[in-house]
Protein backbone atom coordinates (compact mmCIF):
# COMPACT_ATOMS: atom_id res chain seq x y z
CA UNK A 1 0.00 0.00 0.00
CA UNK A 2 2.74 2.22 1.00
CA UNK A 3 4.34 1.65 -2.77
CA UNK A 4 1.09 2.67 -4.49
CA UNK A 5 -0.39 5.00 -2.14
CA UNK A 6 1.09 8.09 -3.95
CA UNK A 7 0.31 7.11 -7.29
CA UNK A 8 -3.09 6.33 -6.50
CA UNK A 9 -4.23 9.42 -4.47
CA UNK A 10 -2.86 10.89 -7.69
CA UNK A 11 -4.95 8.96 -9.85
CA UNK A 12 -8.28 9.95 -7.99
CA UNK A 13 -7.16 13.94 -7.67
CA UNK A 14 -7.43 13.75 -11.09
CA UNK A 15 -10.70 12.48 -11.48
CA UNK A 16 -12.18 14.34 -8.69
CA UNK A 17 -10.56 17.60 -8.45
CA UNK A 18 -11.31 17.52 -4.79
CA UNK A 19 -8.03 16.46 -2.10
CA UNK A 20 -10.43 15.57 0.73
CA UNK A 21 -12.85 12.93 -1.97
CA UNK A 22 -9.35 11.93 -3.30
CA UNK A 23 -7.78 11.09 -0.17
CA UNK A 24 -11.80 8.98 0.29
CA UNK A 25 -11.30 7.72 -2.63
CA UNK A 26 -7.98 6.38 -2.66
CA UNK A 27 -8.92 4.53 0.56
CA UNK A 28 -11.84 3.01 -0.93
CA UNK A 29 -10.08 1.49 -3.78
CA UNK A 30 -6.94 0.09 -1.40
CA UNK A 31 -10.12 -1.47 1.03
CA UNK A 32 -11.75 -2.84 -2.45
CA UNK A 33 -7.92 -4.06 -3.68
CA UNK A 34 -7.40 -6.14 -0.26
CA UNK A 35 -11.09 -7.82 -0.41
CA UNK A 36 -10.00 -9.05 -4.04
CA UNK A 37 -6.20 -9.68 -3.03
CA UNK A 38 -6.45 -13.60 -4.50
CA UNK A 39 -7.51 -11.93 -8.16
CA UNK A 40 -4.29 -9.54 -8.32
CA UNK A 41 -2.56 -9.43 -11.70
CA UNK A 42 1.34 -10.65 -11.88
CA UNK A 43 4.03 -8.53 -11.37
CA UNK A 44 5.16 -7.57 -14.46
CA UNK A 45 1.24 -6.34 -14.83
CA UNK A 46 0.52 -5.29 -11.55
CA UNK A 47 0.85 -1.48 -12.06
CA UNK A 48 -1.19 -1.32 -15.15
CA UNK A 49 -3.52 -3.54 -13.45
CA UNK A 50 -4.12 -1.05 -10.18
CA UNK A 51 -4.23 1.81 -12.50
CA UNK A 52 -7.02 0.10 -14.40
CA UNK A 53 -9.17 -1.10 -11.35
CA UNK A 54 -7.95 2.66 -9.67
CA UNK A 55 -9.83 4.35 -12.76
CA UNK A 56 -12.61 2.60 -12.37
CA UNK A 57 -13.25 2.79 -9.28
CA UNK A 58 -12.62 6.42 -9.82
CA UNK A 59 -15.25 6.91 -12.92
CA UNK A 60 -18.26 5.20 -11.33
CA UNK A 61 -17.77 7.58 -8.33
CA UNK A 62 -18.24 10.03 -10.61
CA UNK A 63 -21.26 8.23 -12.17
CA UNK A 64 -22.67 7.94 -8.61
CA UNK A 65 -21.79 11.74 -7.74
CA UNK A 66 -23.51 12.98 -11.23
CA UNK A 67 -26.64 11.60 -9.90
CA UNK A 68 -26.49 13.25 -6.79
CA UNK A 69 -24.33 16.79 -7.61
CA UNK A 70 -22.97 18.30 -4.13
CA UNK A 71 -24.76 21.08 -2.46
CA UNK A 72 -21.71 23.69 -3.23
CA UNK A 73 -18.55 23.15 -5.06
CA UNK A 74 -15.30 24.72 -4.52
CA UNK A 75 -13.43 27.10 -7.11
CA UNK A 76 -10.27 25.75 -8.42
CA UNK A 77 -8.29 28.66 -7.26
CA UNK A 78 -8.65 27.30 -3.45
CA UNK A 79 -7.35 24.03 -4.26
CA UNK A 80 -4.32 24.85 -5.13
CA UNK A 81 -2.54 26.10 -1.96
CA UNK A 82 1.11 23.74 -2.13
CA UNK A 83 3.84 25.67 -1.32
CA UNK A 84 7.44 24.77 -2.56
CA UNK A 85 10.33 25.16 0.13
CA UNK A 86 13.35 27.54 -0.25
CA UNK A 87 11.64 29.62 -2.26
CA UNK A 88 10.89 33.16 -2.69
CA UNK A 89 7.20 34.14 -2.60
CA UNK A 90 7.27 35.75 -5.97
CA UNK A 91 8.19 32.22 -7.21
CA UNK A 92 5.59 30.98 -5.16
CA UNK A 93 3.32 32.74 -6.69
CA UNK A 94 4.04 32.08 -10.27
CA UNK A 95 4.10 28.64 -9.56
CA UNK A 96 1.17 28.73 -8.42
CA UNK A 97 -0.26 30.68 -11.34
CA UNK A 98 1.17 27.90 -13.60
CA UNK A 99 -0.25 25.14 -12.05
CA UNK A 100 -3.46 26.97 -12.04
CA UNK A 101 -3.28 27.79 -15.50
CA UNK A 102 -2.59 23.87 -16.06
CA UNK A 103 -4.51 22.40 -14.10
CA UNK A 104 -8.08 24.92 -15.70
CA UNK A 105 -6.76 23.83 -19.00
CA UNK A 106 -6.70 20.13 -17.83
CA UNK A 107 -10.22 20.18 -16.77
CA UNK A 108 -11.45 21.96 -19.58
CA UNK A 109 -9.88 18.88 -22.03
CA UNK A 110 -12.30 16.22 -23.18
CA UNK A 111 -12.97 13.51 -20.96
CA UNK A 112 -10.34 11.14 -23.41
CA UNK A 113 -7.88 13.74 -23.65
CA UNK A 114 -7.55 14.81 -19.91
CA UNK A 115 -7.88 10.55 -19.40
CA UNK A 116 -4.61 9.72 -21.81
CA UNK A 117 -2.66 13.50 -19.84
CA UNK A 118 -3.28 11.81 -16.42
CA UNK A 119 -2.34 8.27 -17.76
CA UNK A 120 1.15 9.08 -20.11
CA UNK A 121 2.98 12.42 -18.49
CA UNK A 122 1.66 12.86 -15.01
CA UNK A 123 1.11 8.91 -13.73
CA UNK A 124 4.59 7.97 -16.62
CA UNK A 125 2.83 4.69 -17.93
CA UNK A 126 4.22 3.77 -21.22
CA UNK A 127 2.28 3.37 -24.41
CA UNK A 128 1.71 -0.61 -24.43
CA UNK A 129 0.67 0.18 -20.73
CA UNK A 130 -1.95 2.88 -21.58
CA UNK A 131 -3.20 0.25 -24.43
CA UNK A 132 -3.59 -2.82 -21.35
CA UNK A 133 -5.65 -0.26 -19.25
CA UNK A 134 -7.89 1.47 -21.81
CA UNK A 135 -7.90 -2.00 -23.66
CA UNK A 136 -7.36 -0.19 -27.28
CA UNK A 137 -4.49 -0.52 -29.69
CA UNK A 138 -0.91 0.87 -29.36
CA UNK A 139 -1.98 2.37 -32.54
CA UNK A 140 -4.85 4.37 -31.08
CA UNK A 141 -2.93 5.34 -27.58
CA UNK A 142 -0.33 7.20 -29.87
CA UNK A 143 -2.64 9.27 -32.28
CA UNK A 144 -4.89 10.45 -28.72
CA UNK A 145 -1.26 11.16 -26.96
CA UNK A 146 -0.82 13.24 -29.61
CA UNK A 147 -4.01 14.87 -29.87
CA UNK A 148 -3.97 15.50 -26.43
CA UNK A 149 -0.95 16.90 -25.81
CA UNK A 150 -1.80 19.49 -28.87
CA UNK A 151 -5.10 20.18 -27.26
CA UNK A 152 -3.72 21.16 -23.79
CA UNK A 153 -1.07 23.07 -24.96
CA UNK A 154 -3.45 24.94 -27.02
CA UNK A 155 -5.83 25.13 -24.09
CA UNK A 156 -2.58 26.94 -21.71
CA UNK A 157 -2.03 28.98 -24.43
CA UNK A 158 -5.46 30.45 -24.64
CA UNK A 159 -5.76 30.68 -20.94
CA UNK A 160 -2.22 32.84 -20.72
CA UNK A 161 -3.37 34.91 -23.27
CA UNK A 162 -7.01 35.35 -21.34
CA UNK A 163 -4.98 36.21 -18.20
CA UNK A 164 -2.52 38.86 -19.55
CA UNK A 165 -2.97 42.04 -18.43
CA UNK A 166 -4.15 44.76 -21.17
CA UNK A 167 -1.20 47.37 -21.77
CA UNK A 168 -1.92 50.85 -21.00
CA UNK A 169 -2.59 53.48 -22.86
Known sequence: ???FQGRVYAIAYHYVGNREEARDL????FVRLYQTRGRWAKADMFVPWLI???RNLCLDHLRRKRA?????????????TLAASGSTPEDEYIARV???VVHRALQALGHLSREMILLKEIQGLSLAEISSVLNIPVGTVKSRSNRARIELAQKVLALQDQERPEPAA
Not at 26 to 29: D, G, N, Y
Open 98 to 100: RRS
Open 52 to 54: RVS
Open 1 to 3: MRQ
Open 26 to 29: AQEI
Open 68 to 80: RPPAEDIPVEQMH
